[in-house]
């Protein structure tokens, strides 16, 4: 059974802190993917990566980046964190020739 | 470009009820298409997925190429059907990437 855990479930940052959401995956999976989920737009892609090391732009990369050192942790990283990130973020996996994501529990962001 | 449109934001039916979440997609090539599901207080999961060609849940989605779309329908909803809707495309153009729509939230009244 293929399990995505992320750090936090709850998370109150103040504006220009640097921010860590960390993300791992048990299943050997090639490929993480960050997306943050808003009411009325679905999941939007921050960032993925198909392997360790390899990072790849989203369609909102801005204002964040990510890190894989190991192929089971993806992190993402909020530089300095605005009120316009709070959000929920999802955190994603797959691997094999599947397209199917695996997903963690999320993590909600408050950023005041 | 890919994309993914869910039409419906809201959709409330009653108990026992047929019930149809729509989907369309724009994408020249053939895509994979899915649906996934999020309760309340669970993690996103999938549901389904168009090349299974399978029921789950009471739920069938089939992949209409001509009109581009990839409806889920089940005949008799059921409360426990309650719940976040996502229809989502992937495609070998787009790498393993996915494509998630703006989500359909289900709501299956007593």
């Known amino acids: 059974d293929v399990k995505v855990t992320q750090s936090s479930r709850y998370l109150v940052k103040r504006t220009g802190e640097k921010v860590f959401l960390e993300c791992v995956q048990d299943m050997d999976h090639e490929n993480m993917f960050w997306y943050r989920q808003d009411p009325g737009l679905g999941l939007r892609l921050i960032y993925f990566?198909?392997?360790?090391?390899?990072?790849e732009k989203g369609d909102i990369p801005e204002g964040y980046s990510v890190s894989r050192e190991k192929k089971e942790r993806f992190s993402l990283i909020l530089e300095s964190a605005s009120t316009n990130q709070t959000s929920m973020y999802l955190c994603?996996?797959?691997?094999?020739?599947?397209?199917?994501?695996?997903f963690g529990p999320g993590t909600r962001l408050t950023v005041t | 470009a890919q994309r993914v449109t869910q039409p419906e934001k809201l959709l409330s039916v009653f108990k026992g009820a047929p019930v149809e979440l729509k989907c369309n997609y724009s994408?020249?090539?053939?895509?994979?298409l899915f649906w996934y599901v999020q309760y309340s207080r669970q993690r996103l999961q999938l549901l389904l997925r168009h090349i299974s060609r399978e029921s789950i849940k009471g739920f069938t989605a089939d992949l209409n190429k001509g009109e581009t779309s990839f409806h889920l329908k089940k005949p008799f909803a059921q409360e426990e059907d309650s719940a976040m809707y996502y229809c989502?495309?992937?495609?070998?153009?787009?790498?393993?990437?996915?494509?998630f729509g703006a989500g359909t939230r289900l709501f299956v009244k007593a």
């Open positions: 994408y020249s090539g053939s895509p994979e």
């Open positions: 994603a996996s797959s691997g094999g020739k599947s397209y199917e994501q695996y």
């Open positions: 989502a495309l992937s495609a070998p153009s787009g790498g393993f990437k996915t494509i």
């Open positions: 990566s198909y392997d360790v090391k390899m990072k």
